[in-house]
């Protein structure tokens, strides 16, 4: 592929700031078998690239380089395309209709298991979790299992309480809680963070999968929003041989970092695929590992060093681990120099995270060349955002949250500590390296929509969340491009429209610099360019 892409607004990110890039824009961008080979002069590109080149006008359209997922989980997304979409529900009689509704469509029998995915209690009229006694209005012969839209928190009816083996006398399990029946130890079908694990493991031999559909469905949603590097940030035994067989099929479109979980025998994994350790094979690549610390903050489970707000007076929330295990995984993390990625939403989570990760620097002399990310980092204070700023840990921050739950996390945490989630500014100022994430398939992996919370900083219901976190529109942007390249040492080759770098590329239908703030979500993906070849567009005969 010989193409000069010309006349539009070129955004390369190489700049330090918006005036900057206004001064410094390209007339053109010169992109030969998959390289961007220069940026400059029309009329000096088209000489170097001969008359063989491919002249594309943009036609006064934005052309930027394309986004990169820093925290998100494809394996995942893939799998829930073909589960019930319960994002949508209001109330229990919203999640039956559905659920009802999706079972008889696809025909289940007492051999199936009916799957759903998205239910937030804290927008149902009830206020709370569906239960059994919810979802055996749907069936109690059929197994349900449905999914909070955190993927913190999960409920089933009665027969999957029975398949799991879940009644009055299963003990209560570290980093998690089941659910019980008022006045009672009847477990009411609902369970929080790791007891999740018991429903899933009652359900996995009955669900089927459409591999060659989830391969497409996995990939397709990212492609449209204009991102062409996705994680996989939670990857066990069996994900990583599924994403191993489609990389191999030649079914991968987009570049997939992986993350093996540790408490899944991570250690193991990495030493079988060691081949894809920190270099792609093809589209794979091994990242590091992940850690889970906490759970959901909308949900009440992060783990906090002051209490919630509400009718449980001090209740913080709690870990997912020990700080011993925590400390052991951390250190072998570094002893190995693997990247470590660490889920802490609640600002007691980030502490366990950086004392261990500070105690194994000190004991190893080294690791702070790792790039150790602290993921979602919801309620990280600033006297640990300093301590990030000098171990080089990267702040990887879920700023939709700021629209999504910003006013439940104000009710939650109070006015001071509800106004400072996603701390992006203070995280800045302080030297942090921070990029950000959607947690896909938590939400759409919707880059713009987290540049506009990031720069508007309104919740749903049109309040304003901590404004002096707020941030630049080039600031935002660089946070879901370069400061994302960084996270997985590929800054040298993605993430800015540079000489020598690979041509992945997003054509956008305004510029997120020209627009007002406020329109930003509202700017259209037309073209999604990965290695210099389309694999999305809207558009046509340009």
């Given amino acids: 592929m010989n193409l000069i892409f010309f006349n539009g607004k070129i955004i390369t990110m190489e700049d330090k700031d918006a005036k900057e890039a206004f001064a410094n824009a390209p007339e053109a961008v010169w992109i030969k078998d998959g390289i961007i080979a220069g940026a400059g002069k029309l009329d000096e590109l088209e000489k170097l690239a001969g008359e063989s080149a491919i002249k594309r006008d943009l036609r006064g359209k934005c052309l930027m380089p394309s986004f990169i997922d820093a925290h998100g989980h494809v394996v995942m997304n893939g799998q829930m395309a073909s589960w019930a979409d319960l994002s949508e529900c209001r109330s229990f009689k919203d999640i039956v209709d559905v659920l009802s509704q999706y079972m008889e469509e696809n025909k289940f029998t007492c051999e199936d298991v009916v799957m ?174 992940k850690l889970v610390l906490d759970g959901s903050p909308q949900g009440r489970s992060a783990w906090m060093t002051e209490p919630y707000l509400g009718e449980d007076p001090g209740y913080c929330g709690y870990p997912w681990m020990e700080d011993g295990m925590v400390a052991d995984y951390v250190k072998q993390a570094v002893a190995e120099n693997k990247q470590i990625l660490a889920h802490c939403n609640g600002d007691a989570a980030s502490e366990q995270f950086l004392n261990a990760y500070e105690k194994a620097v000190n004991e190893k002399k080294s690791g702070k060349d790792l790039r150790p990310v602290m993921i979602h980092s919801q309620t990280v204070r600033n006297d640990q955002l300093e301590r990030m700023a000098g171990l080089n840990m990267i702040a990887s921050i879920f700023v939709g949250h700021v629209w999504y739950w910003g006013d439940i996390h104000v009710k939650n945490l109070g006015d001071k500590r509800g106004n400072h989630i996603s701390p992006v500014k203070d995280a800045m100022d302080r030297g942090v390296c921070v990029n950000f994430h959607q947690d896909t398939p938590v939400t759409k992996p919707d880059m713009l929509h987290s540049v506009w919370c990031a720069v508007n900083r309104v919740s749903r219901s049109g309040n304003t969340i901590g404004r002096d976190q707020a941030v630049s529109v080039y600031d935002a942007l660089k946070a879901v491009t370069i400061n994302s390249a960084y996270q997985y040492f590929e800054e040298d080759s993605k993430g800015s429209i540079m000489i020598g770098k690979r041509a992945d590329l997003v054509i956008l239908d305004q510029s997120p610099l020209e627009v007002e703030p406020m329109h930003i979500r509202n700017i259209r993906v037309l073209e999604t360019i990965k290695d210099g070849e389309t694999i999305f567009s809207r558009i046509q005969n340009m």
Avoid: W
Avoid at 208 to 230: C, H, L, P, W
């Fill in 116 to 289: 759903g995915f998205g239910y937030d209690h804290n927008f149902l009229e009830e206020g709370r979790h569906p239960d059994k006694r919810v979802l055996d209005q749907v069936s109690k012969e059929i197994p349900i299992f449905i999914l909070h839209i955190s993927a913190h928190f999960a409920c089933g009816n009665s027969r999957i309480l029975q398949l799991a083996g879940i009644n009055e006398s299963t003990p209560a399990l570290q980093g998690g809680m089941i659910g019980r029946i008022e006045n009672s130890d009847e477990p009411d079908g609902y369970v929080e963070e790791s007891a999740v694990g018991l429903l899933q493991q009652a359900i996995i031999p009955r669900i089927k999968f459409d591999f060659d559909a989830m391969m497409r469905n996995m990939q397709k949603i990212y492609a449209e929003n204009g991102i062409t590097t996705v994680q996989d940030g939670a990857t066990t035994e069996n994900d990583i041989k599924m994403l191993a067989e489609m990389n191999r099929q030649g079914g991968l479109k987009l570049d997939i970092v992986s993350y093996l979980l540790m408490s899944a025998g991570a250690a193991a994994i990495m030493k079988k695929y060691a081949a894809h350790c920190g270099s792609y094979v093809n589209r794979l690549k091994i990242g590091g590992y």
